[in-house]
C-alpha cells in the first residue's frame, strides 16, 4: 500500500516562492525519498511550470494543477484545459474542492465533466468531497458525501487514476474544526466500502498538522493525506512525510509478518 501524502497551495506562493519549497523537496527526495509514501504537490497554475522544472525529470513528487476546464480549447475566458496545465508539467488535476463549489459554481454534473476531460488525458483525477456542518448536524455527512462521489465518477471505468480526498467542509481552513477519529471514520469507512477497490487511494484532508497525522493515517479506510496550511511551509511538510514514512514501513514490518511462509 502506498500512501498519498501532498498539499494544495491555494492562492499562495510567487513563482519564486515555488521554486524555493521545490527545490528543498528535490533535495530532500535526493537523500532517499520515502519509501512506501507518493508525495504530490498542487501550486497555483502559475507556478506548476516552475514546480515541475526545480523538482527536475527524475523526482518523484507529482505536480498538480488546482483545477482544470471539461473542454480542451475554446472561449473560456479566465480557465485553463487540461492539455494546457499538462503541457506546463502537471500530471494531477484537484478537482471539486469546495471553495469552487461554493464560489465558482463547481455542481456535481461539472465536477464529473472535469474528471471525464482528466482521464481521457492520462491525467489523475483528485477528487475533493465533503458535507457542511449543517448536514454534519443533520446525520447526513455519509450519504451526501456517498452521492457526491458517485456522480464524480458517473461513467468512469473501474481502475482509473482516480483519488478521492475526503474534506468535511467545516475542519477546512483557517478557521476548521479538528475532528476526532470517529468523526472521520463515520464516511472513510464507508467510501472504503463503496469505492476502496475502484480508486487509487482515499485521502483524508481538514486540519491536518504533524500532530495528528499519525493517527488520521491510521484511520479506517484513509491511504493518504490532503494538507492546507501547515504544509505550506516547506519544514511542515517534510515532517508530514517522515511521519507517513514510518507509518508505511511499520505497516509493512507488520504485513510481512502476518504473510505465511
Given amino acids: 500500500m502506498v500512501l498519498w501524502v501532498g498539499t494544495s497551495w491555494k492562492m499562495n506562493k510567487t513563482r519564486a516562492e515555488a521554486a524555493s519549497f521545490a527545490t528543498r523537496l528535490r533535495d530532500a527526495a535526493a537523500g532517499g525519498g520515502w519509501p512506501g509514501v507518493q508525495p504530490f504537490v498542487v501550486p497555483p497554475a502559475t507556478a506548476i511550470s516552475v ?12 505536480v498538480g494543477a488546482q483545477n482544470a476546464h471539461w473542454e480542451d480549447a475554446g472561449a473560456w475566458t479566465g480557465e485553463v484545459s487540461v492539455p494546457q ?23 456535481d454534473r461539472t465536477v464529473n465533466q472535469k474528471v471525464q476531460a482528466t482521464l481521457r488525458h492520462g491525467l489523475t483525477a483528485l477528487v475533493c468531497v465533503g458535507e457542511s456542518a449543517e448536514v454534519r448536524a443533520a446525520g447526513d455527512a455519509r450519504q451526501h458525501v456517498l452521492s457526491q462521489v458517485a456522480a ?6 473501474a481502475g482509473s487514476r482516480v483519488l478521492l480526498a475526503y474534506e468535511p467542509v467545516w475542519a477546512i481552513g483557517e478557521k476548521g474544526r479538528e475532528p476526532t477519529v470517529d468523526e472521520i471514520a463515520e464516511v472513510t469507512r464507508a467510501l472504503d466500502a463503496e469505492y476502496g477497490a475502484v480508486v487509487t487511494a482515499l485521502l483524508y484532508g481538514g486540519s491536518v498538522n504533524p500532530g495528528n497525522a499519525r493517527d488520521l493515517l491510521h484511520t479506517p479506510g484513509v491511504t493518504g493525506l490532503f494538507v492546507g496550511r501547515s504544509a505550506w511551509d516547506v519544514n511542515g511538510y517534510l515532517d508530514l512525510l517522515r511521519i507517513a514514512a514510518d507509518v508505511a514501513h511499520k505497516a509493512g514490518q507488520v504485513s510481512a509478518m502476518t504473510v505465511p511462509h
Fill in 51 to 62: 514546480v515541475r522544472d526545480a523538482l527536475g525529470p527524475e523526482s518523484p513528487v507529482v
Fill in 152 to 157: 464524480a465518477v458517473d461513467r468512469v471505468p
Fill in 85 to 107: 496545465v499538462a503541457d506546463a508539467g502537471a500530471t494531477l488535476v484537484e478537482i471539486g474542492h469546495s471553495e469552487r463549489r461554493e464560489h465558482f459554481g463547481d455542481t
